[in-house]
């Protein structure tokens, strides 16, 4: 009775009344569209597929590495620690790429270890000197068998690959579904058109560097799914890990190589210092055009409009000249 009798009053006020109930709308709505999912991905790239398969739907994406860290010297804090345990679903590469959440992902609910899903596409490592331009690279895939990997025999740089990517996709989809049936229609129609862009961009980018591209170099050898995804090849890598120092005899072959093959851009990330690009550079000087393998010189929320940023650096890095 008391309550009825104040729901008259606040009517009876005319504009407050409507104000007042405006507001508790507006709460209301909030109350029921706050994210209900929690997913911790390990990394940028991981984070901007997922938040493209999820927009608009109630789920939040944290991204667990921070700017400016890697996945081979980052040390978890306890907040890190307290985050991965109350997340609904944890995304990473795997053991290989980053076993120091090995450990800590065992605790944890639901996991999904991108380098262990049936169908990955794995390319493996190749020599600083890339030597096959027949695009003759055998893809190596992982079967169901197959489970964790606790060695580098494969290139961890799976986001470049678009069937990677679409796997990837698949995987989240379902352990979405698993804990949400109501969120079917709508991941569908978000996965569809994720698929569709990724496929469209890379074919076009595909045909239109068929016609015109030319030899480059890559400071960080991190790009060999991104070529094979284009048709394209490098002439080779300063560096295949960033965290070595390449030795005198290598980056005077890379020199040999770049004037030989008459090559006029290389493709620099932030892991290679300018001053080891200078050790090899010619006259006249080459193009640099960088690219983040890790996504943060990108400030977007989509994977597909960051791919499509990437091609359009490969498309002007291999037409310099």
Known sequence: MLYRTFIKKILAN????????????????????RPTRHIMVS?????????????????????L??????????????????????????????????PYLEGVVARTGAQIAWSALPGLVQLPPRPALHEDHQG???????????????????????????????????????????????????????????VQRLQQQRDQSRLLLAQAAGPFMLSHDAYYYLEQDLGIQSEGAISLDPEIKPGVKHLMAIKERIEDHKVRC????????????????????????????????????????????VYVKMVVCTTAG
């Not at 405006?22 to 109350?31: N, P």
């Not at 901007?48 to 994406?61: K, Y």
């Not at 081979?72 to 790429?97: F, I, N, T």
Request: one cysteine or more; proline letters at 6%.
């Open 43 to 63: 990394m940028r790239p991981i984070a901007l597929l997922v938040q493209e398969l999820t927009q608009g739907l109630p789920v939040q994406v944290t991204t």
């Open 136 to 194: 003759g690279h055998d893809h190596h895939h992982v079967d169901s068998q197959q489970g964790h990997h606790h060695s580098t025999t494969f290139d961890l740089h799976f986001w470049f690959s678009v069937d990677n990517a679409v796997t990837l996709a698949d995987a989240v989809e379902q352990a979405l579904l698993a804990r949400d049936p109501k969120l079917k229609n709508a991941l569908a129609q978000n996965k569809a058109a994720l």
């Open 266 to 309: 290389v493709i620099s990330d932030p892991s290679v210092s300018n001053a080891l690009l200078n050790k090899v550079d010619t006259q006249p000087p080459l193009v640099r055009l960088s690219i983040d393998p890790l996504a943060w010189d990108y400030q977007g929320n989509g994977f597909s409009e960051w791919l499509s940023s």
């Open 14 to 33: 005319g504009s407050l009344g409507f104000l007042l109930l405006t507001l508790c709308w507006a709460t209301s709505v909030t109350a029921d569209t």
């Open 65 to 98: 590495l921070p700017q400016g860290a890697t996945p081979h010297d980052y040390a978890l804090k306890p907040s890190d620690l307290r985050a991965l345990m109350e997340a609904d679903l944890v995304v990473w590469l795997g053991e290989a790429g980053e």
